[in-house]
């Protein structure tokens, strides 16, 4: 594992993003599997001007991303296809149909699930995978439980997650108690990971991922056993790691 740790979360993104376009440039139809939430904002921030400087072009990369929120629509502003058109997708030339997010609003979920995987095996697989880390070490929506989940799933969130992204929306009640994620199997098949995390509650999770046991009841301890992963945090996130080191 390769482990980059940065002052501030600025520099974090801006490394991050050096890692991605890194792996766009060199093969310019990649698989991209893409994250959610405020961790990967800068990443796709430092993208979009690269693309508009001309460095970067994204007319043949495909995308999936980890999740989606069951019971809500694409347009909703809390929804992650909404997130990926917002921060990255509307700004770059990416060809539509090659963006991949589960549908929040399908009638089968599992069913859903299913169609997912199915899309992922077709484009050969994910060359990178980037992920984010919850406080409770949890990677997609997998969360802590007694067994690694295998491939894309229907989740019910923990109420530490429900708690983290209440947030987001007008109240904690209109948080879903569900969604749909890329299980373990699918993120452990990426040919590279990149696990990005900033902030000092994140502190203690990074710790027990990359220093304890691998376990279920902490998801991400089983990059651990991943050939191909690239942590990069700042200092606040990092610290406690670094120092065991």
Known sequence: MKIYMTEDYQAMSRKAANILSAQIILKPNSVLGLATGSTPVGMYKQLVIWYEKGDLDFAEIKTVNLDEYVGLEPTHEQSYRHFMQEHLFDHVNINPANTNVPDGLAADPKAECDWYNQVIHRMGGIDIQVLGMGRNGHIGFNEPGDAFELETHVVDLAESTIEANARFFASRDDVPRQAMSMGIKSIMMAKKILLMVSGEDKADAVYK??????????????LQLHPYVTLVGDKAALGKLMEAK
């Open 209 to 222: 991922a990359f220093t304890g046991p691998v376990t279920p009841q902490v998801p991400a301890s089983i």
